[in-house]
């Protein structure tokens, strides 16, 4: 089994930067791709990014260029970074983790998950 934390959500103003970060424990060795969803009230939850197993990144159109996604595999971390922060970007973060080399927009194609850390951008 994996097990998932975040860490690095807060309270921020906009334009203002948070990084988040992932500490991935238990059977990592099976971890490929890894990820980062949100989810805001009232809406669907979405990928934010994701990094492949081979280290590929892909971002979603809103946060492209504002985001960074990174992971150091040996301390079985993985970070994002998020500058020039929005409202728009409120939202719970999820990290996610899977056993398949390519990152998926899918949450449920995802084997393990994160509780989630809140950001909150206020205007």
């Known amino acids: 089994q994996v097990q998932l934390v975040e860490s690095g959500g807060d309270s921020v103003a906009a334009g203002g930067s948070l990084r988040l970060a992932c500490a991935a424990s238990?059977?990592?060795?099976?971890?490929?791709?890894m990820g980062w969803f949100r989810q805001a009230l009232g809406k669907q939850r979405e990928l934010v990014a994701a990094v492949s197993g081979r280290g590929m990144p892909k971002y979603a159109d809103s946060v492209r260029g504002r985001f960074a996604i990174s992971r150091d595999n040996g301390k079985n971390i993985m970070y994002l970074q998020m500058n020039n922060l929005k409202p728009e970007d409120t939202a719970v973060y999820y990290c996610v983790a899977r056993r398949g080399e390519q990152a998926s927009p899918s949450w449920s194609l995802y084997d393990y998950w994160g509780q989630g850390t809140q950001v909150t951008v206020s205007s």
């Open positions: 238990g059977t990592t060795l099976s971890i490929n791709a």
